[in-house]
């Protein structure tokens, strides 16, 4: 009897299912976080009898074969790169992303890690660093008694110095694409790196053919819907409770079955 | 031997066979394109000589499966937003090049690769027109119409191909959401393809959970037979075995 381990299966994947859906529910407020969704698909089959078997030596032929299927798996969890909104903040260093591409930063251990996260602060020397504390790249200083900065679409960063009226330019935003955004992998802490899925990161300035521009003052709000999620979390749920009824339902006849011999 | 036991006993194999197909079903309600399938039973008719001093002929029905169909009713559409989620409303499956050829299915649910080939999430080339389909970062936001037409920032790129065949159902399920066929495949008159959609499993849970609960009931009805048979032989057999001995 596989209804017991095809059913147990379902469930597996309805738990994967609610664990993705909680996951997007947790980071609605996560800057520029992407939803996840998971995917599935169906298990191998065992043929019993192939469609089209020949059922005569007249030429007569099945119309519907015997195939048993053995359940379902997660085939994958992918990440909706979609645009989220984007919300004013009037901090200066908060910086928004309209269009496709990725913020560099480099990590602790000197690697590169993406993100779309524009939430900057300066670092005691003046440089803009994330919120962890990580160098945005290319590295931008921002000098001392710097009165105001203004960071425009291209990405262009300058700054208005105590005593001079004309603002300078500081620095330069720098995006980076990939081929497949969706095959980045994420760390946490809203950084993704790069994998062999998602293919070469291309750096490229703000504006430019294929990359997003700069947004100063703005943050890119997470891409996630609460009442997508909170559909998609009843029906998983519901998924999840008939799975377990088949398990009710096999257990059952083989109590009945057991039953016969007393 | 007693026939009875044996017309329940085929009629239990069957009801196994029955709650198998209804769990794969139900395990596979999320599953994206996914088509469910339903059992189907006949008669199979044994005629028995007649026992001694009985006239004419008997004859026994056992249950027998005859096969699996597959109901490829449309499954629901639910938006993704995802750009290379495509749902074909209608007739047609996409093709997808495995290494054990061309495979096809309905799950429209695909992206792009290291490449910026258009896969699925096994990795297997979605087939246009002119085999696999390569976007560059440079084409921007790719817009899919209706007929599989792919277009970026530069205009056309390439265009899906929907192969539909003579008969859906001889296709063989492979698992990972893929048929195999050996027909050949053709171009449906009307292509009605969704970006940012994917169509969902077209298992309707009322009816699964409905007919699973019937499945069970015929099967217990028939294992209380099986039991009441056995009873009666065992009485037969202890009160004919206390009857003196003449």
Redesign the interface.
Do not use: C
């Given at each position: 009897?596989?209804?017991?381990s095809?059913?147990s299966?379902?469930m597996l994947?309805?738990q994967t299912?609610v664990e993705v859906i909680a996951n997007n529910l947790a980071n609605m407020n996560t800057t520029a976080f992407k939803q996840q969704?998971a995917?599935?698909?169906?298990?191998?089959?065992q043929?019993i009898?192939?469609?089209?078997s020949q059922t005569s030596d007249q030429g007569t032929y099945?119309?519907?074969?015997?195939?048993?299927?053995?359940?379902?798996r997660t085939?994958?969890v992918?990440r909706?790169?979609?645009q989220g909104d984007l919300k004013s903040t009037g901090n200066p260093y908060d910086v928004a992303i309209q269009g496709?591409g990725f913020f560099r930063v480099q990590q602790a251990d000197g690697t590169d890690a993406y993100s779309r996260s524009g939430n900057f602060s300066l670092s005691p020397q003046g440089q803009l660093v994330t919120q962890d504390g990580l160098i945005v790249q290319p590295g931008i200083a921002i000098p001392q008694n710097t009165l105001s900065v203004s960071i425009n679409a291209q990405g262009q960063v300058n700054a208005t110095i105590a005593g001079n009226s004309t603002p300078q330019t500081v620095g330069q935003l720098e995006l980076t694409?990939?081929?497949?955004e969706?095959?980045l992998q994420a760390l946490g802490s809203n950084l993704y790196i790069e994998t062999?899925?998602?293919?070469?990161p291309?750096a490229g300035v703000p504006g430019s053919?294929?990359y997003g521009t700069i947004q100063q003052g703005f943050l890119e709000t997470s891409n996630v819907n609460s009442v997508d999620e909170i559909t998609a979390l009843i029906?998983?749920q519901?998924?999840y409770e008939?799975?377990s009824?088949?398990i009710s339902?096999?257990d059952?006849?083989l109590q009945?079955?057991s039953?016969?011999g007393s | 031997m007693d026939n009875s036991l044996l017309v329940s006993l085929s009629q239990q194999l069957a009801a196994f066979r029955a709650i198998d197909v209804i769990a794969n079903n139900i395990a596979n309600a999320s599953t994206p394109g996914y088509k469910r399938e339903s059992t189907k039973f006949e008669e199979y008719i044994a005629q028995m000589h007649p026992a001694e001093g009985e006239t004419g002929s008997q004859s026994v029905s056992f249950v027998k499966d005859a096969g699996t169909m597959r109901d490829l009713a449309q499954g629901h559409m639910t938006q993704t937003g995802a750009p290379f989620d495509l749902a074909i409303n209608g007739k047609g499956f996409f093709a997808v090049q495995t290494p054990q050829g061309l495979r096809y299915t309905r799950d429209g649910h695909f992206s792009l690769d290291a490449n910026g080939q258009i896969v699925n999430s096994s990795g297997y080339a979605l087939q246009g027109d002119g085999g696999a389909i390569t976007i560059t970062p440079d084409d921007g936001d790719i817009r899919i119409a209706p007929d599989g037409t792919v277009s970026g920032r530069t205009g056309q790129l390439a265009k899906v191909r929907v192969a539909d065949f003579a008969d859906e159902y001889a296709m063989v399920k492979q698992g990972a959401n893929l048929y195999s066929t050996d027909q050949q495949a053709q171009t449906p008159a009307v292509i009605d393809i969704r970006q940012g959609a994917l169509e969902g499993s077209n298992v309707q849970p009322v009816l699964e959970i409905s007919h699973m609960i019937e499945v069970m009931r015929a099967y217990e009805a028939t294992a209380t037979l099986t039991k009441n048979q056995q009873d009666m032989k065992r009485d037969a057999v202890e009160k004919l075995g206390a009857m003196p001995v003449s």
């Open positions: 009897m596989r209804a017991l095809i059913a299966t379902g994947a309805q299912n969704r995917e599935f698909q169906d298990l191998l089959y043929n009898q192939v469609p089209g099945a119309p519907n074969g015997i195939q048993l299927g053995a359940g379902v085939a994958a992918y909706i790169t979609t496709p694409r990939f081929p497949n969706a095959g062999p899925g998602s293919g070469s291309q053919v294929g029906t998983a519901r998924a008939m799975n009824k088949v339902a096999a059952q006849m009945d079955a039953r016969l | -």
